[in-house]
């Protein structure tokens, strides 16, 4: 069974960078997009970007100014950098796998069980 | 960008009643393989959302039959054929293809 847990500081102060770590336990690391998505309190889901396992990425151009996400194939683990950040950011972050069908990314079919980030003074 | 709408964005259902949601994309999601690159979601209250639908059509595994996706290009509709107590949640559609992936703003499925 496929797991995701994501880690990382639950309080960020505004203008700092916010840093969450995935690790990926009970499956294979390669051949997969491995995402990140956030949800507002309250509100609906928004894609951030994925990062294959080929190493390249798709971001977000609402927030692609702001986004790195990398990985550490050895570790399973994958990152989500987003800098200088706001109250906007305060939201539920989700890592999670998405599939491949025929080349192309077609649906998320694992995620964590998500964690709140503040951004607050 | 593509714009993924869907309607209503509140469903109140009687148990045992079917309901259907509407998910329309501003751009065929129909790919040259064939396959039409979108999926279902369901947020139940206080967990992460879930696979119910991919590729338009086939449902995940272990999702119940009662579920059920249909659609191509840029209308597509997921149909539950007798709602239950444990459907209540927020349903997503989700635009795949690897450039923008985009969410629809969800639709709230509550029991009257």
């Known amino acids: 069974q496929v797991q995701l847990q994501e880690s990382g500081p639950g309080l960020v102060k505004p203008s700092e960078t916010l840093s969450l770590t995935c690790a990926v336990s009970?499956?294979?690391?390669?051949?997969?997009?491995w995402s990140w998505i956030r949800q507002p309190p309250g509100k609906g889901l928004e894609w951030i970007g994925y990062?294959?396992?080929?190493?390249?990425?798709n971001y977000n151009p609402s927030l692609k100014s702001r986004v790195t996400i990398s990985m550490d194939t050895p570790k399973h683990q994958f990152s989500l950098k987003l800098n200088s950040v706001t109250a906007a950011d305060t939201a539920v972050y989700y890592c999670?796998?998405?599939?491949?069908?025929?080349?192309?990314?077609?649906?998320?079919?694992?995620w964590g069980q998500g964690t709140l980030v503040t951004v607050s003074s | 960008d593509i714009v993924m709408t869907q309607s209503p964005l509140s469903l109140p259902v009687t148990p045992g009643e079917p309901a259907s949601i509407s998910c329309r994309s501003s751009?065929?999601?129909?790919?040259?393989?064939?396959?039409?690159?979108l999926a279902w979601y369901l947020q139940k209250p206080g967990q992460s959302p879930q696979l119910l639908i991919y590729?338009?059509?086939n449902r995940a595994s272990g999702v119940p039959d009662r579920f059920s996706g249909s659609g191509s290009g840029t209308d597509f509709t997921l149909k539950i054929s007798r709602v239950e107590a444990e459907d209540v949640g927020v349903y997503y559609c989700?635009?795949?293809?690897?450039?923008?992936?985009?969410f629809g703003q969800g639709t709230r499925l509550e029991i009257k």
């Open positions: 999670a796998r998405g599939g491949i069908w025929f080349g192309e990314f077609y649906a998320v079919d694992y």
């Open positions: 009970g499956g294979s690391f390669s051949s997969y997009y």
């Open positions: 990062i294959f396992y080929s190493g390249s990425t």
């Open positions: 751009q065929s999601l129909l790919h040259g393989n064939g396959y039409n690159y």
């Open positions: 590729l338009g059509s």
């Open positions: 989700l635009k795949a293809l690897q450039t923008s992936i985009t």
